[in-house]
């Protein structure tokens, strides 16, 4: 296989920053008065964040069999690692200015983080990364059932050991995307884009171009990480012009 990208992956991940971008517009309104509705509570908000950071991680995964496919070494892994981990605490720090109740500290960059490592490390596991996932969702239920039977620590609700997820209180934070159980979308990518990428070279199928109408997500999606990185500033400055320009 070639070195490059699949566009189709990039369009998946641009369209997930476009519904990103709406839904953090509209908990702007919200957080400044301007729209009524509960982020935390309210299933039209709560699923929405759920399959946005499952387009996310699945994204991220099948990244990572690409990756491994085309022999990326592990130096030039690492280098993407660092600027993710270095937005992870421009995360934090930002968040620790508007919310220092419930600031980020364990949110999609910084779990993103740990899920790559992970999945870089069993990427050779190939058709059991199916299981393994399934596994990783089920202790997601698991564990409050075994912290209320006393069979894990209560440790794990706190914050040096809830980033795993295995808790039955969930944390105060503006962002929480723990190991479990989000680790399986990450490996069900894998395992999906492992299986296609399998298919195409025993059949020697070209990769069909995107239409020209999806291109545009393409592109975002191959800087997804600068345009996660500056979308809320821009909302959010954009928002406190037109208050006050309204004012």
């Given at each position: 296989?070639k070195?490059?990208?699949l566009?189709?992956?990039d369009?998946?991940?641009?369209?997930?920053?476009v519904?990103?971008?709406?839904?953090?517009?509209?908990?702007?309104?919200?957080?400044?008065?301007?729209?009524?509705?509960?982020?935390?509570?309210?299933p039209?908000?709560?699923?929405?964040?759920?399959?946005i950071?499952?387009?996310f991680?699945?994204?991220?995964?099948?990244?990572?069999?690409?990756?491994?496919?085309q022999?990326?070494?592990?130096?030039r892994?690492?280098?993407?690692w660092?600027?993710?981990v270095?937005?992870?605490a421009l995360?934090?720090?930002g968040?620790?200015?508007?919310?220092?109740?419930?600031?980020?500290?364990?949110?999609?960059l910084?779990?993103?983080?740990v899920m790559?490592?992970?999945?870089?490390?069993?990427?050779?596991?190939?058709?059991?990364?199916?299981?393994?996932?399934?596994?990783?969702?089920?202790?997601?239920?698991?564990g409050?059932?075994?912290?209320?039977?006393?069979?894990?620590?209560?440790?794990?609700?706190?914050?040096a050991l809830?980033?795993i997820?295995?808790?039955?209180i969930?944390p105060?934070?503006?962002?929480?995307?723990p190991?479990?159980?989000w680790?399986?979308v990450?490996?069900?990518?894998?395992?999906?884009?492992?299986?296609?990428?399998?298919?195409?070279?025993?059949?020697?199928?070209?990769?069909?171009?995107?239409?020209?109408?999806?291109?545009?997500l393409?592109?975002?999606?191959?800087w997804s990480?600068?345009?996660?990185?500056?979308?809320?500033?821009?909302l959010?400055?954009?928002?406190?012009?037109?208050?006050?320009?309204?004012?």
């Amino acid at each position: 296989m070639k070195p490059g990208r699949l566009d189709a992956i990039d369009a998946l991940r641009g369209a997930a920053m476009v519904w990103m971008t709406v839904f953090h517009f509209c908990f702007d309104l919200s957080n400044a008065g301007l729209l009524q509705a509960n982020f935390y509570r309210d299933p039209l908000w709560t699923w929405q964040r759920t399959c946005i950071l499952s387009l996310f991680l699945f994204c991220a995964g099948a990244g990572q069999a690409i990756a491994v496919a085309q022999g990326q070494s592990w130096p030039r892994f690492w280098r993407r690692w660092a600027q993710i981990v270095g937005c992870a605490a421009l995360v934090t720090l930002g968040s620790v200015l508007m919310f220092p109740k419930s600031f980020i500290y364990f949110g999609v960059l910084h779990g993103m983080a740990v899920m790559l490592v992970v999945a870089r490390l069993s990427a050779g596991c190939g058709r059991w990364l199916w299981p393994m996932g399934a596994v990783a969702l089920a202790l997601k239920f698991a564990g409050p059932w075994a912290l209320d039977a006393g069979w894990l620590d209560a440790a794990f609700n706190g914050k040096a050991l809830n980033w795993i997820g295995l808790i039955s209180i969930k944390p105060i934070t503006e962002d929480y995307v723990p190991l479990l159980p989000w680790m399986a979308v990450v490996w069900w990518g894998m395992a999906a884009t492992q299986w296609a990428l399998r298919r195409l070279a025993v059949r020697a199928l070209p990769v069909a171009p995107l239409p020209p109408g999806l291109r545009p997500l393409a592109f975002l999606g191959r800087w997804s990480l600068s345009y996660y990185m500056l979308h809320q500033p821009v909302l959010l400055g954009g928002l406190w012009l037109w208050m006050h320009l309204q004012a």
